[in-house]
């Protein structure tokens, strides 16, 4: 059967594909941009869980296929959690991720170390077509560099260093990444839920 990956983004695509095919899962992964003609929902959610199901839902009920989604974003201690579910157009275009990265380092450029601890967010969601909703979350907590380092994974990930770590998230190979981020520890979270509800 098929299970719809209800987003637009490639580097969560591969990271979910990874992540789901890791814990054995029988479905047919497809992405959203196998359905063009579904416009993308408006993410209206003031939470990550929100957003996640705003957009699982979308794609179900346009398809009538189960689908996931993911939302997620990186979380500043000293900005009070921004930029938050706003991740993704900090710097004002939607997915610039360069731009977005630049910007932030630039607002946090005064605060020193010991003031720089972040983390990144995920909630991943399921909807199925009878409306049938689950949602979890998974965060990965670290501090952010003066600079980017590294040239895997995506988004923030060459300025967030995880506890622990003496690398950036984009320093760690995929598989190292997956084994500790947000976006893995929810979805292997949502797993048995998608075995339950879908069989
Ligand atoms: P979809 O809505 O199509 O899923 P999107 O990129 O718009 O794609 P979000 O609204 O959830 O998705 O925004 C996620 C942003 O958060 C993403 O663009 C990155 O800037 C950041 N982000 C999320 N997970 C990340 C990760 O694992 N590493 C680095 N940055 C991440």
Same mark, same amino acid.
């Given at each position: ?43 209206? #959610?003031?939470?990550? $869980?929100?957003? &996640?199901?705003?957009? /699982?839902? %979308? =794609?179900?009920?346009? *398809? ?49 170390? #010991?003031?720089?601890? $972040?983390?990144? &967010?995920?909630?991943? /969601?399921? %909807? =199925?077509?009878?409306? *049938? ?63 339950? =509800?879908?069989?």
């Amino acid at each position: 059967p098929r299970l719809i990956l209800a987003t637009r983004n490639q580097g969560k695509i591969s990271e979910l594909r990874a992540i789901l095919s890791d814990a054995g899962l029988p479905y047919e992964l497809v992405g959203a941009d196998a359905y063009p003609d579904v416009p993308d929902v408006k993410e209206t #959610g003031v939470t990550f $869980a929100e957003n &996640a199901l705003l957009k /699982a839902h %979308a =794609l179900t009920v346009a *398809t009538g296929l189960p689908a996931i989604a993911d939302d997620s974003g990186l979380c500043v201690d000293v900005l009070g959690g921004a930029p938050g579910i706003f991740s993704a157009r900090w710097a004002g275009r939607h997915g610039d991720d360069k731009a977005n990265l630049e910007l932030l380092l630039a607002q946090l450029s005064d605060i020193a170390d #010991g003031h720089r601890g $972040a983390h990144f &967010a995920c909630a991943a /969601a399921l %909807a =199925l077509p009878d409306g *049938t909703e689950a949602v979890v979350e998974g965060r990965l907590t670290g501090t952010l560099r003066h600079a980017p380092a590294g040239s895997g994974g995506f988004g923030y990930d060459p300025i967030l260093q995880p506890l622990g770590e003496t690398r950036t998230c984009a320093e760690l190979t995929a598989a190292e990444k997956n084994a500790i981020s947000h976006r893995g520890q929810a979805f292997r979270a949502l797993v048995p839920v998608i075995r339950d =509800l879908l069989g």
